[in-house]
């Protein structure tokens, strides 16, 4: 039986993530076997497998220069080192918006420079960062709030990023467009995250704003039309998180390292993903 190592965050992320179990069932139907394995556990020989495939290492944003030292000395990776490297901090969102793709409207404020707020509700997040974690939505008077916000990101070495507040997302959610070895698969909807404090937004409230959805062909074709820039191309997995704005679709992030791939909610999705990886063994 082939083998291939599935790099996870914590051991026992078969319980913490819906998508490990269905993914290792989907894979032994199609002759392999997966093994859970942490990604920045030195004991694991990462050559012994045939390849590794990245899923649940959320906590990657604790330490991306190590992450990233990781994962370049992986072999076989995938998604491969080029894609974790640009898709892991948002700045990324400016490169989109040069190739001509809608982002929501996105000023960085790296580490040093001093922020600048909208007259209007905005989110205040890392560049590097993962689920909701260190986001705050803020209002119009709340920019000393919003600075010392600022202030902590930077004093533990992270960028800031600011950007208005997207009022559909309280009405429809985010449409989360789930990609599978460059195609199309399944749509959720994620309701809104920082109506909550962030004391409670745990992975169980997290999988509660999600629910299937019936994708609309305009958000499909504008997703489409983002991964096929040349170095997306053909990409094993990828999660374009959309929001609808006044001029149409928006990117409110590109998820192409470790995104929740909803795996449970469409019956075809994992044997999708494990026919996928097998096609790379070859």
């Not at 093994?35 to 604790?62: A, G």
């Not at 080192?81 to 001509?100: A, N």
């Not at 590097?128 to 600075?147: C, F, L, M, P, T």
């Not at 449409?175 to 937004?201: C, E, P, Q, W, Y």
Request: contains cysteine.
């Amino acid at each position: 039986m082939r083998r291939i190592a599935i790099a996870t965050s914590i051991s026992d992320d078969v319980n913490l993530d819906p998508d490990v179990q269905i993914l290792l069932d989907a894979l032994l139907e199609v002759g392999i076997e997966g093994s859970m394995c942490v990604w920045n556990d030195r004991s694991v020989q990462w050559e012994d497998f045939e390849l590794t495939v990245i899923r649940s290492t959320w906590d990657y944003t604790r330490d991306r220069e190590g992450y990233l030292a990781w994962a370049r000395g992986i072999e076989r990776l995938f998604n491969p080192y080029p894609i974790i490297e640009y898709s892991t901090d948002k700045h990324y969102l400016h490169d989109l918006e040069s190739l001509g793709h809608r982002i929501v409207p996105t000023s960085f404020c790296d580490v040093g420079a001093e922020p600048v707020f909208p007259d209007s509700r905005f989110v205040v997040k890392p560049t590097v960062g993962a689920g909701s974690i260190d986001a705050e939505k803020y209002g119009h008077g709340e920019h000393q709030r919003a600075r010392a916000h600022v202030r902590r990101l930077h004093a533990s070495g992270r960028d800031a990023m600011i950007q208005p507040y997207v009022s559909s997302i309280d009405e429809s959610g985010e449409r989360a467009l789930v990609f599978i070895d460059g195609d199309f698969s399944h749509a959720m909807t994620k309701g809104a995250m920082l109506n909550t404090d962030a004391d409670d937004r745990d992975a169980l409230f997290r999988r509660e704003q999600m629910s299937l959805a019936t994708a609309e062909p305009d958000a499909v074709a504008f997703a489409e039309a983002v991964l096929d820039e040349g170095a997306f191309r053909g990409i094993l997995y990828a999660r374009v998180d959309l929001v609808k704005m006044d001029e149409g679709w928006a990117v409110m992030e590109l998820e192409m390292v470790e995104p929740s791939l909803f795996l449970a909610y469409d019956e075809r999705a994992p044997r999708r993903l494990a026919d996928a990886l097998r096609e790379r063994l070859v």
